[in-house]
């Protein structure tokens, strides 16, 4: 009883807000609510952001947010820069689809060629006006498989429920019955009943004996597989030791990233805060504060 009402103006103004709001929400809440009903009758689990469509996604903000029902793009679109799209042309067509950040992929190419797209990037986006994000992806420390026997040989098909072993012996071409890892204490960091992902998860492994004086691992293929040469492998919990930064990232980092002054630096294979403070403090110290670090967990 002791508070002044608000003025006719003041409670004009917020209930027109107010009712901007409540039509602004009821797209969401319909698409919400539909994805409610097919999560009861779906085995598979509803995603949040459900109502986020192509459309959707490649619209520009609105100046005028209380102005309109449409919520805009909040969304972001990242293309990673390769041969099929480097060209200027490639280039504008990303642009123009709604690209926002430019991924350069450090695990391929040197320091020349990716330098060479970023001008034809920033060349192109300087013509049409468009402010483009750089993202200097780095390779990180990886394991990956071996190369196999015969010349002619660049795929080996495994079939669910034989064995295979695996060897730390990197050297070794292999086949279908064993394959090199690059990993050399892999015999020694994973134990029976671990899963070994290879090529993206395509092909799973199940460790069924270690033998550390050999350097090798047998292993139960746990389903059809065709895998190529030096293919990625992943030891799902395991803490491996390895080192989250090598030299070649450090290298694109001071040399590339800070030089050309890239926005992102993506930092493969973080595992603790002291990865995340290293990498700080590496930017720091070589003039790169203003870079800003993605942490790919």
């Not at 491996?240 to 090598?246: C, G």
Request: overall charge positive.
């Amino acid at each position: 009883r002791q508070m002044a009402l608000p003025s006719a103006g003041i409670y004009l103004l917020l209930r027109s807000y107010l009712g901007t709001l409540h039509s602004w929400y009821q797209p969401i809440k319909a698409n919400l609510g539909t994805m409610a009903s097919l999560s009861m009758t779906s085995s598979m689990p509803a995603l949040s952001g459900g109502y986020i469509s192509l459309e959707n996604i490649k619209k520009e903000l609105n100046d005028d947010v209380l102005g309109t029902t449409d919520f805009g793009r909040r969304t972001k679109i990242v293309c990673t820069i390769g041969p099929a799209c480097w060209s200027e042309e490639g280039l504008a067509t990303l642009m123009d689809a709604g690209m926002n950040v430019a991924r350069f992929n450090f695990s391929h190419g040197d320091h020349e060629g990716h330098g060479k797209t970023l001008a034809r990037l920033r060349k192109v986006a300087g013509e049409k006006g468009r402010n483009i994000a750089v993202l200097l992806d780095t390779k990180g420390p990886e394991i990956r498989t071996g190369f196999f026997a015969g010349d002619d040989v660049d795929k080996i098909t495994i079939q669910k429920g034989k064995e295979i072993v695996l060897t730390s012996d990197y050297s070794f071409l292999g086949d279908k019955n064993k394959i090199a890892c690059s990993y050399p204490k892999l015999a020694t960091s994973v134990g029976p009943g671990q899963e070994i992902l290879v090529a993206d998860g395509s092909l799973v492994l199940t460790v069924l004996e270690c033998d550390e004086n050999m350097g090798e691992i047998r292993c139960r293929i746990m389903n059809d597989a065709t895998i190529g040469e030096r293919k990625n492998m992943n030891l799902p919990g395991v803490e491996v030791d390895l080192p989250t930064f090598t030299e070649k990232d450090k290298d694109d980092i001071v040399s590339f990233g800070i030089k050309q002054k890239v926005e992102f630096i993506a930092a493969s294979f973080v595992r603790t805060g002291d990865d995340v403070r290293n990498l700080r403090r590496l930017l720091q110290e070589n003039g790169g504060s203003k870079r800003k670090i993605i942490r790919k967990i």
